[in-house]
Nanobody, 128 residues
Framework: VQLQASGGGLVQAGGSLRISCAGS????????MGWFRQAPGKEREFVAA????????WYGESMKERFTISRDNAKNTLYLQMNTLKPEDTAVYLC??????????????????????WGQGTLVTVSS
C-alpha cells in the first residue's frame, strides 16, 4: 500500500483540524493504521492507531482527550480529527500501515517499528 497524507496547515491554539491519509491498493482495509508525529529536534511520537475494521483505537497519552482517529475503508482513507490544539502539537504528522496482520491488545503501546509502510507526512503548525 502507498500512503499520502494531507490537510495540514496553520491553526491558532484552541482550534481544530482534520488531516487525512489516502491509501492506494485494495488491501488498505486489511491493515492496522496509525498516526505518528515528529517535531523538529524530537523523536517520532505515537499519536493514534486503529484496527482494520475501525472497531478498536489506541491513543498516545497526551492526545486521547483531544484527538480522534477514524477510517473510511470504502474510500481507502484514514483520518485524524484534532481538537483544542496547542502549540506543542506542532509537528509533521505521518500516517503508517502495519501490514503484518498482528493482533494487538487494548493496552499495547505502539512504536514506529510496528509499522512497515509510511506516508510522507503533513505539517501542522499551531500558533499561540
Amino acid at each position: 500500500v502507498q500512503l499520502q497524507a494531507s490537510g495540514g496547515g496553520l491553526v491558532q491554539a484552541g482550534g481544530s483540524l482534520r488531516i487525512s491519509c489516502a491509501g492506494s491498493g485494495r488491501t488498505f482495509s486489511a491493515y492496522t493504521m496509525g498516526w505518528f508525529r515528529q517535531a523538529p529536534g524530537k523523536e517520532r511520537e505515537f499519536v493514534a492507531a486503529i484496527t482494520a475494521s475501525g472497531e478498536i483505537t489506541w491513543y498516545g497519552e497526551s492526545m486521547k482527550e483531544r484527538f480522534t482517529i477514524s477510517r473510511d475503508n470504502a474510500k481507502n482513507t484514514l483520518y485524524l480529527q484534532m481538537n483544542t490544539l496547542k502549540p506543542e502539537d506542532t509537528a509533521v504528522y505521518l500516517c503508517a500501515a502495519d501490514e503484518s496482520g498482528t493482533g494487538y491488545s487494548g493496552s499495547y503501546r505502539f512504536a514506529s517499528s510496528d509499522f512497515g509502510t509510511w506516508g510522507q507526512g503533513t505539517l501542522v503548525t499551531v500558533s499561540s
